[in-house]
């Protein structure tokens, strides 16, 4: 498989996909709910998505999509050349605040991770990996994360998982953030795992993402020697919703500590 050229081509239209995002900024958007009222979706979302299997469809007839807004495959397995891709992801920041969303797409091979790229169009960053072969963000190696300490560290939580819930111990997570030098909440899962890949931060914790929330992110993480698991410490499985717990080495043995 040319996983250069397939790299090049989705770096081609996520880059494409991410200028019409910032253009449809200045007009009005098609704002829905879906499960919730924090549960939103836009025009964009599908048209994103749609755009991509288009794409895809067009060049790489035989690879199969599985896309948040559900425009893709029905999947049952993992075989073969498996495109996951969130057309948003951060929806509700890009409808509220105009910036911290991104496009997620991860491409996996009999379910084994093969390319991340992620787009963030209003920073004009891309973090992209083709596994085995580096990380980088707008074409500058990431470099390999070293050991840290909680302490020393910067982790990423959303304060729902400080009050009472049915996901995280909210006492453990208390005790947690006061031994911590400080705490984010980005609202964008793809951002905040190559955050972690990028030493921005230390960690995140996140009791349930979809496959094509983690997808694209747990294989550039991971190229620069980051750990991605859920909060049992089991490898995350990129058909399945999961709890993710990411982190630098050292940082990760603590926090799971915390919330398993
Ligand atoms: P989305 O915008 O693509 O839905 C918000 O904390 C982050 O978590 C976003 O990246 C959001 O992705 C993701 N997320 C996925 N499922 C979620 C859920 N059930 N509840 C809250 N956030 C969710
Ligand atoms: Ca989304």
Same mark, same amino acid.
């Given at each position: ?6 790299? /090049? ?8 996909? *991410? ?11 098609? @704002? +829905? ?14 048209? %994103? ?18 896309? +948040?807004?559900?425009? *893709? ?5 993992? +075989?073969?050349?498996?495109? =996951?891709?969130? &057309? ?17 797409? #991860?491409?996996?091979? /009999? *379910?084994?991770?093969? $390319?991340? %790229?992620?787009?963030? &169009?209003?920073? /004009? ?14 074409? %500058?190696?990431?470099?390999?994360? !070293?050991?840290? %300490?909680?302490?020393?560290? @910067? ?31 980005? #609202?964008?899962?793809? =951002? ?6 990028? !030493?921005?931060?230390?960690?995140? $914790?996140? &009791? ?10 747990? @294989? ?7 750990? $991605? ?8 499985? &990129? @058909? +399945? ?20």
């Amino acid at each position: 498989m040319q996983w250069n050229e397939i790299a /090049d081509h989705a770096k081609q239209w996520i880059k494409e996909a *991410g200028s019409l995002l910032v253009a449809s900024l200045q007009v009005s958007l098609v @704002i +829905e709910t879906k499960s919730s009222a924090s549960d939103l979706v836009t025009n964009m979302d599908r048209q %994103i998505e749609q755009f991509f299997i288009e794409k895809i469809q067009g060049t790489y007839p035989h690879h199969r999509i599985l896309g +948040e807004e559900g425009y *893709g495959d029905k999947l049952t397995s993992f +075989e073969g050349t498996v495109w =996951l891709i969130d &057309p948003i992801d951060g929806t509700m920041n890009f409808v509220h605040q105009k910036r911290n969303f991104a496009i997620s797409i #991860g491409i996996y091979h /009999d *379910g084994i991770g093969k $390319i991340g %790229i992620i787009y963030d &169009p209003v920073q /004009d960053e891309l973090y992209s990996t083709i596994a085995g072969e580096g990380a980088y963000c707008n074409d %500058i190696a990431i470099p390999k994360l !070293g050991t840290g %300490i909680v302490e020393e560290g @910067i982790v990423a939580v959303n304060a729902i998982w400080l009050t009472e819930n049915s996901m995280l111990n909210c006492e453990k997570m208390t005790a947690l953030v006061r031994r911590l030098r400080g705490t984010r909440s980005y #609202g964008c899962a793809a =951002l905040e795992i190559v955050y972690v890949a990028t !030493g921005r931060l230390d960690g995140y $914790i996140t &009791p349930r993402l979809s496959p094509w929330d983690f997808g694209g992110g747990a @294989i550039i993480v991971q190229e620069v020697g980051g750990i $991605i698991t859920d909060f049992k410490g089991n490898s995350l499985n &990129p @058909i +399945e919703k999961s709890s993710v717990l990411v982190a630098k080495p050292g940082v990760y043995e603590q926090l799971l500590e915390y919330v398993n």
